[in-house]
């Protein structure tokens, strides 16, 4: 079955502790994609892959760490999570040419207290 | 700067359209895609326009105006199971932003 996975799909931690959020596709897309949905805000990207290796800053990237070693892998990392970065956190997965036609996975549900 | 605007809430019945706009301001546009979310889900693809005019999918249609920055989701024969959260998105150069999305709730 073509997907994404994310994990975990919870997790509360403290400030200052660091965490990884695993995102995985098996459908060998070229784009993947972290975003944040907090209430009224929409979706929110943080960081992108265009290909492996190469990564950019989306529209939030601070305090948000990436990289793209594998095709199928775009773990987020939070260095030293705060408060503010409480929220649902989504990845997402694009073939070309149709990078617009994204593909998202359950969503991690992130608590920083 | 780069801005979606959408409404926050629509709210119709059963059986009726219900049209949901979308007003963007953007560098690079490429096109603009519409996403459904179902409370506790993830969104899902809907429909992209990349050239103006109407792309029609079932119940669900989408436009575009590149000369007004506008587009919209109309969606037909509405049912229960179309109350749910739609975004539009824009899509450019390799960066998407949605716009806040617009609660639709459906009404028997």
């Known amino acids: 079955e073509a997907q994404v996975t994310q994990n975990p799909r919870y997790l509360i931690t403290v400030t200052g502790k660091k965490l990884t959020v695993t995102c995985s596709q098996n459908m060998n897309h070229e784009y993947m994609s972290w975003y944040r949905q907090d209430p009224g805000l929409g979706l929110r990207q943080i960081y992108y892959?265009?290909?492996?290796?190469?990564?950019d800053k989306g529209d939030v990237p601070e305090g948000y760490k990436v990289s793209r070693k594998e095709k199928r892998n775009f773990p987020l990392i939070l260095e030293s999570p705060s408060p503010n970065q409480t929220s649902l956190y989504f990845c997402a997965s694009s073939g070309t040419p149709k990078t617009y036609e994204q593909y998202f996975g359950p969503g991690t549900r992130l608590t920083v207290t | 700067g780069q801005s979606l605007e959408q409404p926050s809430e629509v709210t119709a019945v059963e059986g009726a359209i219900v049209q949901i706009n979308c007003t963007y301001q953007?560098?690079?546009?490429?096109?603009l895609s519409w996403y459904q979310q179902h409370d506790g889900g993830a969104p899902t693809f809907l429909s992209y326009?990349?050239?103006?005019g109407l792309e029609e999918t079932g119940r669900f249609s989408s436009f575009l105006s590149r000369s007004d920055s506008y587009g919209y989701l109309l969606l037909q024969e509405l049912q229960m199971k179309d109350s749910a959260s739609y975004f539009c998105?824009?899509?450019?150069?390799?960066?998407?932003?949605f716009g806040a999305g617009t609660r639709l709730t459906v009404k028997p």
């Open positions: 892959s265009m290909n492996v290796e190469v990564t």
């Open positions: 326009n990349g050239l103006d």
């Open positions: 953007t560098s690079g546009f490429y096109g």
């Open positions: 998105a824009v899509f450019n150069n390799n960066d998407m932003r």
